[in-house]
């Protein structure tokens, strides 16, 4: 399993020219004034060309786990990105305590809303967007003979975008945006990338520089 995922790490680097960060004007010296924060659930697309997913009912069950285990996902890297900080470091909003809050928020809800809502000087925004061009076992045979011939960047069966923002609060802006592109992700599950891209982008938040 573990030279599946190396393998499919293989392919999205790849398949990538890497991400797109944006750092507004003092976004880490403004970063400096944040005690809480809290990472809202993230919004999930999912389109599957040829899908085994018959039911739309079923599908957004798919949608719903895939949210709440990426939106722990987050947590757990943002909580390790903080711990390992030696100066200046944040509270990040338990996820239950977020999402109980959240229960009974209009749909509609504006950033700034979400701050109030919350009690929290930033707020985490994420969209992640996974397609699947065909079926598993297609999937296979034409992935491992990709590997075996050399070209990786065939191996794309399915692929993932991710977008993030860091709303500032007192600022009433984004201060940090996120942007992966479309990255190839082989036979990765969609938890499974997911959780690597997390683990990449919570290393490049205005929380983990220091300095301007």
């Not at 976004?27 to 040829?50: D, G, M, Y």
């Not at 977020?98 to 701050?115: F, G, M, V, Y």
């Not at 190839?184 to 929380?207: C, D, Q, R, V, W």
Request: glycine share 4%; with cysteine.
């Amino acid at each position: 399993m573990k030279y599946i995922l190396s393998i499919s790490l293989l392919v999205l680097l790849l398949n990538s020219c890497g991400p797109n960060i944006y750092f507004a004007t003092n976004s880490v010296s403004l970063s400096r004034n944040h005690t809480k924060i809290a990472i809202i659930p993230p919004k999930i697309t999912l389109v599957e060309r040829k899908t085994l997913i018959k039911e739309e009912a079923d599908k957004q069950e798919v949608i719903n786990q895939l949210s709440t285990t990426i939106q722990n996902d987050m947590y757990s890297w943002m909580q390790k990105r903080n711990s390992n900080r030696n100066k200046h470091k944040i509270e990040i909003l338990d996820v239950d305590v977020t999402n109980q809050k959240l229960k009974n928020a209009k749909t509609d809800i504006s950033n700034q809303e979400l701050c109030k809502l919350l009690n929290v000087d930033g707020v985490l925004i994420t969209k992640y967007s996974f397609e699947k061009k065909f079926g598993d076992q297609v999937s296979n045979i034409a992935y491992f003979l990709t590997v075996w011939s050399g070209f990786g960047f065939l191996a794309t069966n399915k692929s993932c975008t991710i977008n993030a923002s860091l709303y500032y609060c007192a600022n009433e802006k984004n201060g940090w945006t996120y942007d992966s592109g479309t990255i190839g992700i082989g036979m990765s599950s969609y938890s499974g990338m997911a959780n690597e891209l997390s683990k990449h982008f919570s290393k490049k938040t205005p929380y983990t520089k220091t300095q301007d």
